[in-house]
Every structure is written in C-alpha cells, then in structure tokens.
C-alpha cells in the first residue's frame, strides 16, 4: 500500500499517511493553508519522501528528481561517474548550489555506512525538508 508524507505549510506539521488516510484541517475564517504531499519511496527497511524547500510557497516544485537506492548501488555508480574509487565519499559528498545534484545518505547499517542513500535535483536554495523513517 503506497504511504505519502504530508506536509502543512501554515502549522509546519508532517504527517504520513496510506493512500486510503486523511489529516484533519481546521482554518480560521478567511484563513488558508498549504498541503504539499511527497509519495514515500521504500529501499529495504527505508522510506523516504522529499518535501521541498520550506521557505517557498510552492517548495515542493524544487524537488525535480528524486531517487532512493542501495547505498551500495548509488556509491558505485557515482563512482564510476566520477573517475572515483572511494565511494563512501562521493555518497557523502553534497552540492548546496541552485540546480546541483544533492546526495544524502541516510539509515546507517551495522557497519556504520548507510544502507540507502536518497539522491536529488532540486531549483533554487533554502532550508529543505524531507521525511525519513531512519536517521
């Protein structure tokens, strides 16, 4: 069952919920809110749902690509992108800059290196947000 991660904009509140779910929304009179709603991607034990950039009013149109994989697989394949042999620190690396790819890796295993790694496109810069069911 696919889950989605809702963010409202008005109360800065983040929520999860299956497809068949609902939140519940109160406005003053005359008053408005923003919901932005990211489907959750799962990796193994991982989900993970990009939100946008919170100090936008459409902050969720930053988000241009999304993908979530093995750690494994994304540090090979920026490795070889890269001319790199150490994939740890490719996987670790990040750009800030507006239209630069962000990688973040996420859910360390056993080992300590991350399980997933959640890599990114994003317009424009500011504070991001994104839900994670691990740290």
Not at 16 to 22: E, M, R
Not at 78 to 88: D, H, L, P, V
């Amino acid at each position: 069952q696919q889950q989605y991660a809702l963010y409202r904009f008005g109360t800065e509140e983040l929520a999860v919920v299956p497809d068949s779910g609902s939140i519940s929304v109160a406005l003053a009179p005359s008053g408005s809110d923003l919901v932005w709603v990211s489907p959750l991607q799962v990796c193994g034990a991982v989900s993970f749902a990009p939100i946008g950039l919170v100090d936008m009013f459409n902050g969720g149109g930053a988000v241009t690509s999304c993908q979530l994989a093995p750690a494994h697989v994304h540090g090979q394949a920026a490795a070889a992108a890269n001319g790199n042999s150490n994939a740890a620190s490719v996987v670790a690396s990040s750009r800030a800059s507006s239209s630069s790819p962000v990688v973040a890796a996420g859910s360390a295993a056993a080992n300590g290196s991350p399980a997933a790694v959640a890599a990114m496109q994003l317009k424009g810069c500011g504070r991001f947000l994104a839900y994670s069911s691990d740290r």
